[in-house]
């Protein structure tokens, strides 16, 4: 298809959750249920292209083939958004790839969708702040709107309900500043997940018993965690981003039917976590939507840390990141 406009670049990087999003009050424009807190990684970036074109479609190519299936529907669909409030028609060719695993509750869509939302908005010419950039990103997949930023970021679950809901729904940075902890990502399993972590929400929250006590213990944890971080207490941080994932798992084991994201691998990390600490080291797990575990400690402790748990046998491989950047444009030029 022959291009028709200039190139706009982006790189965005995934954000891990220490307060978790999990349930949506709107399915339609991703309101979430509770509020949410995360840490932006310096890994696994994802690097995405927008261009306008001529034709009837957009061309669109994800992690070097064409995308096929609910993957193009999900980012067609994102694109139509962008065009409706650019008051444009113009089809786009969109290059997008990952750096690390994809869909394996790695945040992949998170920075796929940030990265998306920045690159799609300057082609697309909305002028939009970071704030609105958070909430656009946050259409494509919730915890993408936390991505935009760098270091601690606060997704507030915002108030009310249809628009008012929309514009108050947004992340923004929180400090942190003098807090340099490490996240040793323990990859027990690089494929994807077979159950999507917007259709478990969905079966969670309308089906388990113990979803509203984690929604609103959540609120309480993520109170705590902005006053932990505000004083820059990491064993106070891993503690609550431990308790506040371990019960969003319980809440999907809970319910009808169970979904069950861990394995035996993950437990098996989970148990060397526990042994570290009882070692007097200061690490703390935390897992999304899949079987890998990230390990909250210190930057000094993070080589033991991740020699520990690549000990544990070759079911896992260890990436230690560090606070990231938030997403930005690299190139838009003709
Ligand atoms: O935005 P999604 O659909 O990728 O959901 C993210 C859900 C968790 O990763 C499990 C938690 C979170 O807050 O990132």
Redesign the pocket.
């Known amino acids: 298809a022959a291009v028709t406009g200039p190139v706009a670049e982006s790189v965005a990087y995934p954000n891990?959750?220490l307060v978790?999003?999990?349930g949506k009050r709107d399915e339609d424009l991703f309101l979430p249920v509770t509020g949410?807190l995360?840490m932006t990684l310096d890994i696994f970036p994802t690097t995405t292209s927008v261009r306008m074109i001529e034709g009837p479609t957009d061309v669109i190519e994800f992690n070097g083939v064409a995308a096929t299936g609910a993957a193009r529907t999900r980012i067609e669909t994102f694109l139509d958004l962008v065009r409706a409030r650019a008051g444009r028609a113009d089809r786009a060719m969109v290059v997008t790839s990952n750096a690390g695993p994809t869909g394996a509750?790695l945040?992949s869509?998170?920075s796929g969708f940030a990265a998306l939302a920045t690159a799609a908005a300057a082609a697309y010419e909305l002028d939009l702040d970071g704030r609105a950039l958070s909430r656009l990103a946050r259409r494509g997949?919730?915890?993408?709107s936390r991505s935009i930023f760098g270091g601690f970021v606060v997704w507030h679950a915002g108030e009310g309900e249809g628009e008012a809901g929309d514009l108050s729904s947004y992340a923004e940075p929180i400090g942190g500043d003098g807090l340099d902890p490490a996240l040793v990502v323990a990859v027990v399993n690089q494929g994807a997940k077979a159950v999507s972590?917007?259709a478990a929400?969905r079966e969670t929250t309308a089906t388990s018993p113990f979803y509203r006590p984690w929604a609103e213990s959540s609120v309480l944890d993520l109170a705590e965690m902005r006053t932990a971080i505000a004083r820059r207490d990491l064993p106070a941080i891993g503690e609550i981003a431990e308790r506040n994932a371990l019960g969003?798992h319980a809440t999907m084991l809970t319910a009808r039917p169970g979904i069950r994201y861990l394995s035996p691998h993950s437990i098996a990390v989970l148990d060397a976590v526990l042994a570290l600490r009882a070692d007097g080291i200061p690490a703390y797990a935390t897992i999304?939507?899949g079987p890998n575990v990230k390990v909250l400690c210190t930057r000094a402790d993070a080589p033991r840390v991740s020699a520990v748990l690549d000990g544990l046998g070759d079911f896992v491989t260890t990436r230690t990141a560090h606070i990231g950047p938030g997403a930005s444009l690299t190139t838009s030029s003709a």
Do not use: H, N, P
């Open positions: 891990i959750a978790k999003y999990w949410s995360s509750g945040a869509s998170a997949s919730g915890s993408a972590s917007r929400m969003m999304d939507a």
